[in-house]
């Protein structure tokens, strides 16, 4: 095996050898961070476990492997709006494919979008719209205090953006569809940016899946900045096969009187790190960060959360629930700020863990670090197996063990899907869970190609 040293120093000789491929199609912006960004790389490298915040991963196995890697968008030889079909036939989005980390260049036109909103790839945008794209790209992922923002950050070409105007409210909610397909490894970098502007509303659902068997590592960033009076939902559902690797950044930048709610579903994949970094940047803002996982076999999962109050008179909610099963492993750390200035917050933290095996291993780290004096807040974390006076309750009024332990699983997890404010992708993560906890789910979608795990 490689050791860290080497891994960083083939990004960096990628990053120097492929230096004009960077540059082409790219933005004076996009060109510049990535210059800055390379420069923070080269000091913080891949995270390994000797960084506090990365303890419970090792990305050195998952970076060790000679993927392909393009730094120009790539062709593909069919029609992937035929090929893929959604999990979720009922549910009625406005939807788009990437593939590979670029915007997909057969992309249905969205006919039903309100006027104004933009939704299109981020070398398009950072062209076609520079205005809207230079005030927000590269403003809340910092690229000086993790190697995977750097990273993504320094080697970024596409990905993609989503503009809401003011007051325009979008009552069919945007699906983005990311696809792995490739006939060698690949790395994928894909950076994504979502501008929701004062009083709009808008529901975003990103989807994750593999349609071919090859190993993938997919490094994403995304953006978001919610302004006043704005309310904007995310639901992550990330469903790949075991030789995947996902590690997914995301950044929130509340304003005043906004609203968020994000909702992250872990399916299915070999190694997932999620960070999902939140600024309430102004008063009067709403977040709520809710979670969940469901990992059997040898997955690995770790979440990593930050809520930063930084002004007076917000509130946090926070939720991440887990089922472990096997030799699975899992991680969540997650922590709330409270800056000296903000008074008046609420912020509420929990996490807690059913272990299905004597194998399964979860470490969660809670934590609060408090400047202010006139706050509510809790934390708390739990670790446990299966409840037996409840499994016992089930068992005295007929239905057999099997079908009962069924059942408190499910209405262990239902917890965080309820919490899902679009209908019919609520009730289909409702049946999805309920296969994955049965051990039905086989395969990562409902395409045409059926990848093997």
């Not at 809670?366 to 934390?379: E, F, G």
Request: aromatic share 8%; charged share 25%; hydrophobic share 35%.
């Amino acid at each position: 095996m490689a050791d860290i040293n080497t891994i960083n120093k083939d990004f960096a000789d990628l990053f120097n050898q492929g230096n004009e491929l960077l540059l082409e199609g790219s933005s004076d912006v996009m060109n510049e961070t990535r210059k800055n960004a390379f420069q923070d790389f080269a000091k913080l490298g891949v995270p390994t476990r000797a960084n506090e915040n990365y303890k419970y991963t090792n990305l050195i196995p998952a970076f060790d492997h000679p993927y392909n890697v393009n730094l120009r968008y790539q062709q593909v030889d069919v029609d992937l709006n035929e090929i893929f079909q959604c999990d979720v036939p009922e549910l009625d989005t406005n939807m788009v494919l990437l593939t590979n980390g670029w915007y997909y260049g057969n992309n249905k036109e969205l006919t039903e979008l309100p006027k104004g909103v933009i939704v299109c790839g981020v070398q398009e945008a950072a062209e076609k719209y520079p205005e809207i794209f230079n005030a927000h790209y590269g403003k809340y992922a910092k690229t000086d205090d993790d190697g995977l923002v750097a990273l993504n950050t320094a080697l970024a070409k596409d990905g993609f953006f989503i503009y809401v105007p003011k007051g325009v409210v979008i009552e069919k909610p945007i699906q983005v569809v990311n696809l792995l397909r490739s006939d060698r490894d690949l790395m994928a970098t894909q950076r994504n940016l979502i501008v929701v502007e004062e009083n709009a509303q808008a529901k975003i659902i990103v989807c994750d899946h593999t349609l071919t068997h090859h190993k993938y590592l997919t490094n994403s960033v995304t953006e978001v900045n919610v302004a006043k009076n704005a309310i904007f939902d995310l639901y992550t559902l990330q469903n790949q096969h075991l030789n995947s690797v996902i590690l997914n950044s995301t950044y929130i930048r509340q304003e005043s009187n906004s609203n968020v709610l994000s909702n992250t579903i872990s399916l299915y994949g070999g190694t997932i790190r999620n960070n999902h970094h939140v600024i309430l940047d102004e008063e009067h803002c709403e977040n709520n960060t809710f979670g969940m996982y469901l990992m059997d076999r040898d997955q690995h999962v770790d979440n990593f959360t930050s809520i930063d109050h930084a002004k007076p008179n917000c509130l946090s909610n926070e939720h991440f629930k887990g089922v472990m099963d096997d030799q699975a492993s899992g991680a969540f750390a997650g922590r709330i700020f409270v800056r000296r200035d903000a008074q008046q917050t609420q912020a509420y933290q929990s996490n807690n863990n059913l272990l299905l095996s004597n194998d399964a291993v979860i470490n969660t780290k809670p934590q609060l670090v408090i400047d202010a004096d006139d706050v509510k807040c809790s934390h708390g974390a739990t670790v446990g197996q299966m409840d037996e006076d409840a499994l016992f309750y089930l068992r005295a009024r007929g239905i057999d063990e099997k079908e009962a332990r069924q059942m408190l699983m499910f209405a262990f997890a239902h917890e965080i899907i309820e919490k899902i404010r679009v209908e019919p992708l609520k009730e289909r993560i409702d049946e999805l869970v309920d296969k994955r906890l049965r051990g039905e789910i086989s395969k990562c979608n409902t395409c045409a190609i059926a990848c093997n795990h």
